[in-house]
C-alpha cells in the first residue's frame, strides 16, 4: 500500500466501485415507490452546531469525498489487495442492498427491524464502512482505508440523531427494538443511548 497513490483517470480506477455502488442505489430509487428515497435520504434533527458540523461532516468526508476520490485511484489487478478488497466490497454491497430492501419495505409507519437490521440499528452506514474498506484494500490505498476508520468514529453523533428521531416517531416499539439490538453489529455490542 502506498500513502498517497499516483492518481489518474482511467478504466482500471476505483470508479468501478462508485458505479456498482450507484446503479444499485439507483435501481433502489426506481423500484421502491418515491416515499422510500425520501425517507432513506431525510437527516435528522441535530440538538446542537457541534452534531450538525460533526454530522455532515461525516456525510461529506465519507458519502462524497470517498466515493470521489476512490474514482481518481488505480486499482492493482494483479495483488492479493485487489482480490480481497473486491470480495470485501461486493459482500458488503449484497448486505448493504439487503438492508435497503428492508428499509424500503417496512411500512413508515413502523420501524425498521427486521432482516439484517435485526443484527445491527444501523446496518446500512455500518455495510458502508466496511464496503469501502474493501475498496480501500482493493486500491492499496491507505487514505481510503483511514477515512473509513474515521468514519466510525465521525458518524456517532449522526447514529445517535438518527435514534432520537427514531424515538421520538415510534416510541416504545423502538425502545424495545434498541434494548434488543446493538447499534454496530454483535462484535460491537454497545448499550443504546
Known amino acids: 500500500m502506498t500513502l498517497v497513490p499516483e492518481l489518474q483517470i482511467g478504466l482500471w480506477t476505483g470508479w468501478w466501485f462508485s458505479a456498482a455502488f450507484g446503479l444499485i442505489n439507483l435501481i433502489m430509487v426506481a423500484v421502491y415507490p418515491k416515499g422510500f428515497y425520501r425517507r432513506l435520504f431525510r437527516f435528522p434533527q441535530f440538538t446542537s452546531l457541534k ?25 492493482r489487478l494483479d ?9 470485501v466490497f461486493v459482500s458488503g454491497l449484497v448486505v448493504h442492498t439487503a438492508a435497503m430492501i428492508n428499509f424500503a419495505v417496512t411500512p413508515p409507519d413502523r420501524p425498521v427491524i ?39 468514529f465521525l458518524s456517532y453523533r449522526f447514529l445517535i440523531a438518527q435514534e432520537r428521531f427514531c424515538l421520538e416517531k415510534y416510541g416504545e416499539k423502538y425502545r424495545e427494538y434498541m434494548e434488543k439490538t446493538p447499534r454496530y453489529f454483535l462484535v460491537l455490542k454497545r448499550e443504546s443511548g
Open 79 to 87: 495483488t492479493v489487495w485487489f482480490l480481497v478488497g473486491t470480495t
Open 114 to 152: 427486521k432482516g439484517v437490521y435485526r443484527f445491527s440499528r444501523h446496518p446500512m452506514q455500518v455495510i458502508a464502512i466496511v464496503m469501502w474498506l474493501g475498496v480501500g484494500i482493493a486500491t492499496a490505498s491507505w487514505i481510503i482505508v483511514v477515512v473509513c476508520c474515521l468514519q466510525v
Open 51 to 75: 452534531e450538525r458540523i460533526v454530522s455532515m461532516s461525516s456525510v461529506f468526508l465519507f458519502g462524497r469525498g470517498l466515493i470521489i476520490y476512490s474514482v481518481f485511484v488505480p486499482l
